[in-house]
Every structure is written in structure tokens, then in C-alpha cells.
């Protein structure tokens, strides 16, 4: 157990808010505390202390030691760099808004991929970041007030409640999707993987208990996946998870996959290519080979806490032969 424990480590990742500051200038800020600027690199396991390097997949994201407290650091005070970790920078990166579209983030608080989002659209066009949760959509509002989005409403109540023929909602193009989860793939949540003290019978129970609330976590998230189909002008929703279960993840994707003749999954070329961790193929009858359009992380083997992410797009309308 303390061997599983212990490999769980993961770097400090810091995204840098484009909003107020370059990946350069932060860079050369550590430099000038004494940290060496390193070449990326895939091995993560063993970051020597005082070193700071690029992250290989992702743009505007810094790898720093594991355990690196910067919460008194002039940068993080100044929310130029926000603590963000890699797995949850990926779906704003995937959903990647061009300048001046429109955007739902349809589970948005406390709002770090809000704020990802509003820096990937450099502060313009709108996002709508609603979230049913006051006491963590004030959390948001003041996130975003701190790292200098001016692109964003906060709207308090149930995405669900929300009605896609809204005027105000006709231009959304982009829905960001991360709807509650079971939180297993954050890596100090894990332990419920490796905990042997419990009797058999304990064990049985909490088996149960899990199967309940994952059904009924999946079947929320499917509900919000099929709510973002019903947008009209969408044309691509970036679903994603905190969780490494199968049943949050391939099994809700491809449920709403059979329910929708608009849309379809990204392909992988458009999704991260050079990520390899992609689906598991042989949780769902996959003949179509989509569970390569998926994106996984692994705490143990990525470095990240454990995520899932895929991206719906609406299918290319077919010109009408009139022939
Ligand atoms: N995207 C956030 C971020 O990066 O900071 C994290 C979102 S967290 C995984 C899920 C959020 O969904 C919670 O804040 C929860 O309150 C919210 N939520 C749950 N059900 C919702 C619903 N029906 N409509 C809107 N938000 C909801």
C-alpha cells in the first residue's frame, strides 16, 4: 500500500494567466529566485529542487517541483499565475473558443477553467459561467474578478434551467461541460483504492453504496450532455470528468452518442494527438473506434490526478443534392 501511496506524487503545475502576464515573464521571475529553466520532458517522477520547465502538451503551463508551496508567492498573489493542475487545464484548451465567440460554462465555480477560457478568448466575446452552488459561484466571481476576466456573467441556478431557445443564448457556439463527479481520480482522494481495513461486509456495503451514486451521477451528466445538444448555434462541447470510473465517462458518452443525430466526437488529430492515454475501448461495444477520441490521464503514470475528457462537435451539414 505505501508503495501505491508514495508513487502518487504529483509536480506543481502553474498555468499562467495570459490575461496579465507571458509564460516568458513568469519564467524569467523564478529564474531570478534561482530556479533553472529546464528543457520539457516526459519524466516527471523524479523534478530536481529549483528547476522550472515547460510543460510538453499544453501551452502556457509550468512544471515546478512536487510540494512547492507558492501560496506566498508575489505572482500567485497577484493571480498572474493561477495553481491549476495539468489534467484540468485540457478541456478549455480542447474547447479553445476563437476570439469573440460566445460560451456556456455550464458547471463553472469555483471557475479555474472559466478563467482558462476567458484568457484563451483574450478578455473577449462572452461567457455565461452559471453554477447551482452560491456559496462556490461567489468563490468564482471572485476568481474571475482577481485574474482580470472581463468577458464573464455568473448566473446562479441549474444549467437544465436554462433555455437553449433564449435569444441571449442564440450565438453560444461552445458549451464547457464538467459537471459534478465522483471526485476519484484527485489524487488525495485515492486512498479509497488502497484501503484494506475494512471487514467484508463493510466492503459489500460501500460496493453498494458506490454502484448507487455512480448511477445516479451518470445519469445527471448524460441529462446535461443531452440539455448542451439542444443549443443551436453549439458546435462543440467539451465534456469532462475528475473521475477515472468507466461509468462517468465512456458509458455517459456513449449513451448520448446514441442519442444524437447532430453530433458526433471530435477526431482524435483535433483532440490532443500527442497525448497516447486515450478511452478504454473494452468498456463499451466500441466497433467505431471511438474510444481513441477520448482523453485519460493517470495520476500514477501522468503525473496528474486522474481526468476524462471528450469533446462532441456538430456534424458537417451535408449539402442537399438536388439533382
Ligand atoms: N469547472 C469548475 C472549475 O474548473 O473550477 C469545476 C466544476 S465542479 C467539477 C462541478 C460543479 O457543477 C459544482 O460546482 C456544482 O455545484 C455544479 N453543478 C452541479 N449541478 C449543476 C447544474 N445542474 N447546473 C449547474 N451547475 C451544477
Redesign the pocket.
Known amino acids: 500500500n505505501s508503495e501505491i501511496r508514495e508513487s502518487i506524487v504529483i509536480p506543481r503545475y502553474i498555468r499562467v494567466n495570459t490575461l496579465k502576464t507571458s509564460i516568458k515573464k513568469v519564467i524569467e521571475h523564478f529564474q531570478a529566485k534561482g530556479f533553472t529553466h529546464e528543457e520539457p520532458t516526459d519524466d516527471l517522477k523524479s523534478i530536481r529542487p529549483k528547476t522550472i520547465r515547460e510543460d510538453k502538451h499544453l501551452p502556457n503551463l509550468l512544471i515546478l517541483p512536487p510540494n512547492m508551496d507558492l501560496h506566498e508567492d508575489a505572482l500567485y498573489l497577484s493571480d498572474d499565475i493561477i495553481l491549476q493542475d495539468k489534467a484540468?487545464c485540457i478541456p478549455a484548451f480542447i474547447c479553445s473558443p476563437p476570439l469573440n465567440s460566445h460560451v456556456i460554462?455550464?458547471?463553472?465555480?469555483?471557475?479555474?477553467?472559466t478563467s482558462h477560457l476567458s484568457a484563451i478568448m483574450q478578455n473577449t466575446g462572452k461567457i455565461w459561467a452559471?453554477?447551482?452552488?452560491k456559496h462556490?459561484l461567489n468563490l468564482l466571481k471572485n476568481l474571475i474578478q482577481k485574474a482580470g476576466c472581463k468577458n464573464v456573467e455568473a448566473i446562479y441556478g441549474?444549467?437544465?434551467d436554462i433555455d437553449p431557445m433564449d435569444q441571449k443564448y442564440s450565438s453560444v457556439g461552445y458549451i464547457l461541460l464538467?459537471?459534478?463527479?465522483s471526485g476519484s481520480g484527485i489524487i488525495n482522494r485515492l486512498d479509497h483504492l488502497i484501503d484494506t481495513s475494512k471487514t467484508q461486509e463493510q466492503s459489500d456495503l460501500s460496493h453498494k453504496f458506490k454502484e448507487q451514486r455512480l448511477e445516479n451521477l451518470s445519469e445527471f451528466q448524460e441529462k446535461?450532455i443531452l440539455h448542451a445538444f439542444k443549443f443551436r448555434s453549439v458546435q462543440k462541447i467539451v465534456y469532462s470528468t475528475?473521475s477515472i470510473y468507466a461509468e462517468e465517462n465512456e458509458h455517459v458518452i456513449k449513451r448520448a452518442l446514441d442519442q444524437t443525430d447532430l453530433f458526433v466526437l471530435a477526431n482524435k488529430d483535433d483532440i490532443l494527438p500527442s497525448w497516447t492515454r486515450r478511452g478504454i475501448s473494452s468498456e463499451i461495444n466500441d466497433d467505431k473506434g471511438i474510444a481513441e477520441k477520448f482523453i485519460r490521464t493517470s495520476p500514477n503514470e501522468d503525473y496528474t490526478n486522474g481526468f476524462f475528457v471528450a469533446c462532441f462537435v456538430r456534424k458537417a451539414v451535408q449539402p442537399i443534392n438536388t439533382k
Open positions: 484540468s460554462d455550464a458547471c463553472a465555480a469555483p471557475g479555474n477553467k452559471i453554477d447551482l452552488d462556490r441549474s444549467f437544465l464538467d459537471p459534478s463527479c446535461m475528475c
